[in-house]
Structure formats: C-alpha cells, structure tokens
T-cell receptor, first 111, second 113 residues
C-alpha cells in the first residue's frame, strides 16, 4: 500500500460542475499537507496548502481530517482551464523531512 | 524572478550509455530536490540537498545513479549505465528555508532505447 493514495480518475465533468477529490495518507506522523496541480507535460505547481481548520481560495476548498488521515479538495463552478492532474502531497518529519506525492487524480472539464 | 532551469529538456539514448542532467535552482534557494516521475505517477524523490550536503539519498539507486551539488547552487544528476526502465521525466525542484512550497523546473524527458 502506498503512503499517499488518491483516486486516479479520470473525473469527467461539465463546466460549472462541482467536483471533489479525496486523498488518504497512512503515516500518522505527517505534518503538512498540500495540493499541487500538474498540467499535461508540465511541471507540478502548488495550488494550495491544507490547514487543519480547512481553507478556501476562490473556487477551491481544502479540508483535512487528521483523525481519519484524509484530505480533500473541492472545486466549485469548474472551468475548462481546471483540466489537469491534482497531486496530493504530504510532508512528514520522521528522521528528517520527507515529502511524499500521491499519484494524482486526473480531471477533465468539458464544455 | 527566474524559475528553476533544467537542461536538456529531452534526451534519447541507447541503453548502457551514460547521461547527465543539469539543474539551476531559484537564486537563494538552499534546498534542491531531484525527482523521477513515471507516466501516471507522482514525482518520487531521488535525492535532496541542503546547500551542498545530500541529506536524503535513501531512494537513489547508487549502483548507477550519482548526483552532486558542489558549490551549493547548480546540481548534476548522472546515470551510468542507463537501463530501459530509466525512461521517465527527471524533475528538479528547489525551496527555501522555512517555506514549504517547492518550485519545479520543466523537467528532462529521458528515453532509453
């Protein structure tokens, strides 16, 4: 079992839809959590950090449930430009910092 | 501000040949990472440098992979000899102390024939 697991998708949604991605992590020592976005054949870029209280950035909302070791990303009013792979990222400090990337969830937003 | 620079962008070699990738991180970023990304997977860490010190190379296949960051700035990742299974995108990233965000370069797409 991988340390960070995501539903690979793909998620195919129409413009304007709301879509949610889930991510689970297995190491309870994980401290920091992020969502990165990766466009096709491009490099990953930070989308947002995930805070314990939950946080929102425009149409994007991230949630963290430490008890269930679960992270989510909600995208409202999907745009064509949201089509990308969304990578769940976990950072832990067990004998040194380590950043673990999930395999990513692919999203296709259709007109 | 210039981003992370990597070269070459693409490389095609035959198996058993050597290959080297170069990375120039964002100015002032003391932490440098090399990742390997296979199709449909997330980046997997090969090595992490804090300045010129390799602080995590536990996932680097040391029988054929080597890396250096001699002056704590640019870095080179080498594979010798390359195998078919090494075909992947090699990403370099950098970050600065106290900041979680990693900035990635465009990557080098390696094809081993």
């Amino acid at each position: 079992r991988k340390e960070v697991e995501q539903d690979p998708g793909p998620f195919n949604v129409p413009e304007g839809a709301t879509v949610a991605f889930n991510c689970t992590y297995s190491n309870s020592a994980s401290q920091s959590f992020f969502w990165y976005r990766q466009d096709c054949r491009k490099e990953p870029k930070l989308l947002m950090s995930v805070y314990s209280s939950g946080n929102e950035d425009g149409r994007f909302t991230a949630q963290l449930n430490r008890a269930s070791q679960y992270i989510s990303l909600l995208i409202r009013d999907s745009k064509l430009s949201d089509s990308a792979t969304y990578l769940c990222v976990v950072k832990r400090n067990t004998g040194g910092f380590k950043t673990i990337f999930g395999a990513g969830t692919r999203l296709f937003v259709k007109a | 501000e210039a981003g992370v620079v990597q070269s070459p962008r693409y490389k095609i070699i035959e198996k058993k040949q050597p290959v080297a990738f170069w990375c120039n991180p964002i100015s002032g970023h003391n932490t440098l990472y090399w990742y390997l990304q296979n199709l449909g997977q997330g980046p997997e860490l090969l090595i992490r440098y804090e300045n010129e010190e390799a602080v995590d190379d536990s996932q680097l296949p040391k029988d054929r992979f080597s890396a250096e960051r001699l002056k704590g700035v640019d870095s080179t990742l080498k594979i010798q000899p390359a195998e078919l299974g090494d075909s992947a995108v090699y990403l370099c990233a950098s970050s600065t102390v106290g900041r979680n965000e990693q900035f990635f370069g465009p990557g080098t797409r390696l094809t081993v024939l």
